[in-house]
């Protein structure tokens, strides 16, 4: 374990181009406080040092943006995929020219180590890129009429304003995929970025601005926890919203989707997964373990398609989990992110550890076996929301840990024997969002990846998501597509001219 030896100040400091560190909202082209005067903490996860405030906002802030997003839509629906296509490039540019800076700055926020925030950024960047190129893609179809003397014209047009609500676990990434498809495709945006890790969103807008996108299409509006239902309700229900985009949990998911039914709004919903990882009898082990360490712990296991439900074989269980165990033992550290040798961070909040720690005692209670960790590590606790990265077996398939998005750095892992065993077990979950086997087996590959019910797999890798793919699932884990050529789609309406030239 690394122990904490970091002054987040100190670290903040080091950020060389200081305007990125941004402490107002951003509404209408201009830097702004809450209409109250109220403001939040921003706290850095691993030593529970403040690093710095925003504001506060509450449903008339969201008004006032929402009314900005308006006018700026009014010109910017008219600019063309072209010059959007550049403004996104001088955009993109910039992020990347200031990456050491925005990674520092997440880490600070986030608490991921600076070689997976540095990660981030780079995957950000790649979404600017990827709609920057899509923006001049929107066709439309002339479909062949049945009526002598008329042409049927199929065109496609910008939503309008967008409501995108974020998460804190990718404070940046869950951003440029929302907001550079939004964008891409004429819309206008007001971003709620979670009031966690608010700093990244605005140091974006921050290098928006630079790249000279327009006043009043991108918004981002702060807030609290005790705002976030106000603002929320404000998001979803103002009529001059006609799309919401939201990355969060499936009953935050199904509340803001209920809100936005009252005006029949577009929704895009990024919601929780429950991921299975298989490892068949064939595989080949040392790879699917390797895959599983970073499917597994990559940003403390708070990510949405998180390794969560570990199944491996009868005939190789004792040999993967001793494989396993000895790469958690020899690959990861757990520290400050900002600390050398660190490969774990913290938890991002306290409700967080707090909920794998009681999963882990569940667990236990019911006859699991802790292999590693279990616990919080003894050299950091009191100054910040570690917890040990945790590897057990023996767990029942009715505990908390199991059923449930766990959002941490605990690894169950699960015997089975059959092929349609796994697949049953794997897909009684409610939410489907991504799912992992490995095996050497073509024709299985192929059976497994067409019945696990869920929007992406992964076979003989941990690894699924980049710009090019679309990212989303099933069942409930939500609706819509992010990233790809069918990313621009949610945020463009199809209007049929039908036209008669005789």
Known sequence: MQAVKVSSLDELAKIKDKSLVCHQAYIGGKWVDAASQQHIDVVDPATLETIGSVPDMDASDVKLAVSAATRAFASWKHTTGKERSLLLRKWLDLVVANKDDLARLMTLENGKPLGEALGEIAYSASFIEWFSEEAKRGYGDIVPSPIPGSRALVMKQPVGVVSIITPYNFPSAMITRKVGAALAAGCTVVVRPAYETPLSALALCELAERAGIPPGVINVVTCSAKNTPAVGLEMTTSPEVRKVSFTGSTAVGKLLMGQASTTMKRVSMELGGNAPFIVFEDADIQKAAGNLLQCKF???????????????????????????????????????????????????????????????????????????????????????????????????????????????????????????????????????????????????????????????????????????????????????????????????NIKLINLSVL
């Open 298 to 492: 990559r940003n403390a296991g708070q990510t949405c398609v998180s390794a969560n439900r570990i199944y491996v074989h009868d005939a190789v269980y004792d040999e993967f989990v001793g494989a396993f165990a000895a790469l958690v033992k020899e690959k990861l550290g757990v520290g400050h992110g900002l600390s050398e040798g660190t490969t774990i961070g913290p938890m991002i909040t306290k409700r967080g550890l707090d909920k794998v720690e009681e999963q882990v005692q569940l667990a236990v209670a019911a006859g699991a076996t802790v292999v590693l960790g279990g616990k919080r590590p003894e050299v950091v606790a009191g100054k910040g929301y570690f917890f040990e990265p945790t590897v057990l077996v023996n767990v029942s398939d009715d505990v908390p840990m199991t059923c449930e998005e766990t959002f941490g750095p605990l690894c169950p892992i699960y015997r089975f024997t059959s092929e349609d065993e796994v697949i049953r077990r794997a897909n009684a979950a409610s939410v489907g969002l991504a799912g992992y086997f490995f095996s050497r087996d073509v024709a299985r590959v192929f059976r497994v990846a067409e019945a696990l019910e869920v929007g992406m797999v992964g076979a003989n890798t941990g690894a699924i998501a980049f710009d090019a793919v679309p990212f989303g699932g099933i069942k409930e884990s939500g609706m819509g597509r992010e990233g790809s050529r069918y990313g621009m789609d949610d945020y463009l």
